[in-house]
DNA sequence: TCAGTAAAATAACAAGTGTTATAAACCTGA
DNA sequence: TCAGGTTTATAACACTTGTTATTTTACTGA
């Protein structure tokens, strides 16, 4: 009947992301995209109608990519919210695109932190229920204070501002969590 | 001997600082300045060599407008780093871009943080100095977490992820302050 | 008054953008 | 084999960007 496809979808938002995670989505073109997929333009708007349909597939993917990535760090903190900050900052720190991409962004489609943080898994509400059973009287709170502590070290991580090694990080966010959990008894 | 100059360098700025403020530089071409200051885009070049020296104006103006904000800034915090940290979220939420501009962004020529808030009054200094007046061991830990948790809630105001009122944030704020120094002791 | 000179306006150039018209290539059912 | 239809490549359009010739304007010292 007709041509075999030869660009995948599957193949132009393989190229997309990886150029996204390089460099940022405001630097990848359409151009661009094609002369790493090793296309022309013309397949990319046969399967995204346009450059922000490909925006929407290329956050849709970084936010998964970002749920695997902390399915996979590595849990050394002790306290609620500390594993799950612990993997946001390093998230920052490797993936500066993608998190500026999915938490540092003001854009239409854009989700809300909660929501990305949360993911399918629960993260966030498994992280309250521990607070809780920890003996927290008011873990939504806590969560809150924690989390605008660990996006504040994680912001700073894009800028330069914050520096700290792992251990570090990771004895600031156990002590953080006591200071705030203290305050609440 | 000569034409009289009409288009002065104060207006050019004037004007690219204005747009920054309402649409982030990223929106600033020289074409929208000309148009809004009423003339062509010569006097631009001849002003500023190029558009990069012009951002550079704007950013020391920004940081001078920043200075200023935080001058005519309501004192209405009592723990230390607390009425820094009001100015510096106000600033966020009332002046979104050229928050982006001086303390979320990665661009070349962009001053630290520290630098940034300390500014030409020593304004981190004095902060750091009555917190050590107060029987502080450690002062500048104590100002490290207080500011990483400052610019957490200014970068979720940002993003719309903060959207606590001016009392309550100066509640969250004494609060963690007492939080992180009752850990001090 | 008028020549010289600096400033400004006009217009253009070269890149780069998203997007689309057109033509070539290629696969498959008949 | 070959006609129809889909995918792809090639070009092009319309637009925006920074930046720079070129020309016009207007001021001032003589």
């Not at 460099?23 to 397949?43: D, H, L, W």
């Not at 949360?118 to 204070?145: H, Q, R, T, W, Y």
Request: hydrophobic share 45%; with cysteine.
């Amino acid at each position: 009947m007709a041509r075999k496809e030869s660009i995948t979808m599957q193949l132009i938002l393989d190229t997309a992301f990886a150029m996204t995670r390089q460099e940022g989505f405001a630097n990848v073109t359409a151009r661009k995209v094609a002369a790493q997929a090793g296309c022309s333009t013309q397949p990319i708007f046969r399967v995204y109608k346009n450059m922000d349909e490909l925006w929407d597939a290329v956050y849709d993917r970084a936010a998964a990519f970002f749920q695997d990535y902390y399915g996979l760090y590595p849990r050394m903190g002790k306290a609620p919210f500390v594993n799950l900050g612990m993997a946001y900052i390093a998230f920052a720190r490797e993936e500066k695109h993608l998190f500026e991409l999915l938490f540092a962004s003001d854009q239409e489609n854009r989700k809300s932190m909660y929501e990305l943080l949360n993911g399918a898994n629960g993260n966030v509400v498994s992280e309250i229920n521990l607070a809780k059973a920890a003996g927290c009287p008011d873990p939504g709170d806590l969560f809150m204070k924690m989390w605008i502590f660990i996006h504040g070290a994680a912001c700073m991580t894009l800028t330069g501002d914050y520096d700290l090694s792992e251990v570090q990080t990771l004895a600031l966010l156990e002590r953080s969590y006591e200071a705030f959990a203290a305050a609440h008894r």
